[in-house]
């Protein structure tokens, strides 16, 4: 098997060319920035796909090819097509990992993956967020220290609406006075899910290298083994020796 | 709070007709048997609803007064309206318990709560099955033994494409040589749901004490709290004075 | 059955007699201001039991009487007989709930059961705690609503050195910037187990109706089915029969 | 970070001195062949301990230097001193992986671990043993198919006294009707748990090609980030400016 991992970054891309100030910060969109990290590591490459492409950019074989999807979107959760969301749901089941970013937590895509509406508090006054590093020797936080500080962030408060994660690798407390678990690891069919709470298109989040490093770190973790194990539910014969069977109806007269 | 819980026992309601076998053993439907037992309990009231019916029987009115929905489907599957899944997957998450019999692991609803295929292997051959109490301290399993014991079912085996539940309650051996994951819980929302796999249409299974026993007293678990809790994700106010922000954007020039 | 379940709480009972700011909080105890309030609930009674009885009060029979067990410690850890807490663990694994409170975190027993240093941070400056319910549809959080707001605490910071809880049901944000995974629940054997952080004997945190309503709660969950299911390691006669084996030692030449 | 992993195998060794049909198998004892195994691996180096060496061959330098122990005993449990299993407990909290084979489930060290009695039922008579492979994209079952066969095991059957598993990975079902969850995954502190129940001495589980490659997966899987996080409680000082406090006594009058 080869070693390098195959990351998509799929972006909704519309705040970037409709907000200015989301412009000024992501020319290119978040995309472009986060897919830029990523290729800078070793053994990572990283492609780009966006809502507007044909197909949303996650043709087949852009899938096929993807050991690890990204996903943030926001305002455009309803122009995703329920088959490229089914598509991409297989894809996971079979194996691909799936990074969750921020406002992606009411995306198609990860409330069909977790079965719940995703539903949170939330607020924009750019105050300030401490995400608490829970699990120091997870692959995901690998060289992150106690916590991540951001000076602005949108808050997202609990009650946050998923099914207990597999694991809790982020708590975070808000300025304001609420808590979110901010970083959560779910497995669905052979797929590893990562939701990432930062990432408001209105501040340098993407900037920040600490949570560059959670996502590229992410990136490897949701990659797994790479294995493609497509759903079958097949009609099998017995390994063991069975004489034939009557059926017995006990007291029951038929 | 009355101590009354209301259950609805959904069944498809179309091999009872069609296949004189299942006829002959269940005349008036599986879900009357399951109706006439929940009846017989104390505290527990029961009403029925089919596929053919309008709504599939599960309109808003009667899914607001349910506190437990058990849920029997195999050939029709597709036939279940997807507005009416929808409705009873808000139900769940809203508090709802559901319980989930057999063939019904393919059923709409059961996958749109848990992300997964829900495959299996299966074997029809009549065999011998055992399912062991993992869990004797649950209240699923109040007044069951070591074991349950089915003279035939069909065989279902791992691997069970689930995502790993809250808790397994039983675990089936199979004279045939497969294990099965038999008995699940899981919360989605704040609705519990349980997995239960035996009942197959053409055998007496539904007529046996101890799966009657079970299905009981899972009803009277998934009513839970009986809460009603619907989804909001409200933009709400700092709880803690906080002071107006600038945006720090760090080393990003914008 | 009997509906009434019999809680005994148990207390260190050492900072009440020798801190006078405690003694005038709790002068006959924070056990007695916790069984009074249990024995003022329906179906509770409600017996206390401390470290300096005979058997730390905890004999073979107040253990065999006990549905629940609550336990407050602090200073004297050390001074808890293992045999005792060896006989507590037992009965726990055999069915009797266990509420751990706050600085019980660093006892015996919780160490026992959970297998971890129970380690976390911490500070005393009588900050502003507010623990969120993330679980509102949770038997403990019956009655609570979003939140529960102490003006004065003792600081617990992550990381909490547990296991993975079953459920996370309430977490804190802290006025000095930290959060903690404040109430928990785990089953260990056949008995239920909640960890609930407040309880700082200098404050008046055991008069809190809030709080108090979370410990009563609490018990009557951790009660469960009420089971007594010691523990055995029979060795047991085949079920289905079995013709004599050989042993297949393969390639291996013995 | 160098890329080696160092594995110590602990092995009991006596039944290899006193049964003439265990040093016919394994003359040189369990523990060499699966080093030897280990040693065949790229990127693993094993060495060895019994208990008769002095602490056990488990020095504090052995372990500082160990990322994974595996560990079988049977009969001298007991006879392991309290003082080494509390530091191998300590350097498993701290990061050491640790796998746990066979009649080990009776271990002091896996007992403090999970906190459970680890009781189950068990039968010898050479019966046959398929292990399903419930997560076959997990690392431990890498080249591992959809079962392993072993025509001769020891039984163990359920109720397994263990906390519910992290992961269940392998699913057994036994000739004489019973079912086991045979491979286990836990976290604990910041060490990963491995129970894998093969390993009965008197069989020659330990040559089979498919029992060996799962334990070699499973030090690899076991050994981690290779984080050593010490357990520590220290006393913090708030991130947050926080104002003086007075106690708020609400109504109780102090």
């Known amino acids: 098997m080869e070693n390098v991992i195959h990351v998509v970054v799929w972006n909704?891309?519309?705040?970037?060319?409709?907000?200015?100030?989301?412009?000024?910060?992501?020319p290119k969109g978040m995309h472009t920035v986060l897919a830029d990290y990523l290729r800078s590591l070793p053994g990572v490459e990283a492609a780009t796909a966006t809502l507007?492409?044909?197909?949303?950019?996650?043709?087949?074989?852009?899938?096929?090819?993807?050991?690890?999807?990204?996903?943030?979107?926001?305002?455009?959760?309803?122009?995703v097509q329920d088959a490229i969301v089914q598509r991409v749901q297989n894809r996971v089941l079979e194996g691909m990992g799936l990074i969750v970013l921020h406002s992606a937590h009411f995306s198609k895509i990860f409330q069909a993956l977790l079965g719940t509406h995703c539903?949170?508090?939330?607020?924009?006054?750019?105050?300030?967020?401490?995400?608490?590093?829970?699990?120091?020797?997870?692959?995901?936080?690998?060289?992150i220290g106690e916590y991540i500080e951001l000076p602005n962030a949108e808050m997202y408060g609990e009650r946050f609406d998923i099914p207990t994660p597999d694991q809790v690798i982020?708590?975070?407390?808000f300025e304001g006075g609420e808590v979110f678990r901010s970083g959560c690891t779910w497995q669905r069919g052979h797929?590893?899910?990562?939701?990432?709470?930062?990432?408001?298109?209105?501040?340098?989040?993407?900037?920040?290298?600490?949570?560059?490093?959670?996502?590229?770190?992410?990136?490897r973790w949701a990659a797994g083994q790479r294995v493609r194990i497509p759903s079958a539910c097949p009609n099998v014969k017995p390994l063991e020796a069975i004489s034939p069977k009557e059926?017995?109806?006990?007291?029951i007269e038929v």
Not at 68 to 74: D, M, N, R
């Open 12 to 26: 909704e891309f519309r705040h970037e060319k409709t907000h200015p100030a989301v412009r000024k910060l992501y």
């Open 52 to 79: 507007d492409e044909p197909e949303h950019g996650l043709t087949e074989a852009v899938l096929d090819a993807a050991d690890v999807l990204i996903w943030w979107g926001h305002a455009a959760h309803d122009e």
């Open 119 to 143: 539903s949170l508090k939330w607020r924009e006054i750019a105050e300030k967020e401490r995400l608490w590093n829970v699990e120091p020797s997870h692959p995901i936080t690998e060289g």
């Open 170 to 173: 982020f708590l975070s407390w």
């Open 191 to 219: 797929g590893r899910i990562f939701y990432f709470r930062p990432g408001h298109e209105t501040y340098p989040i993407f900037y920040n290298e600490h949570i560059l490093k959670v996502i590229g770190n992410a990136a």
């Open 247 to 251: 059926i017995d109806f006990g007291d």
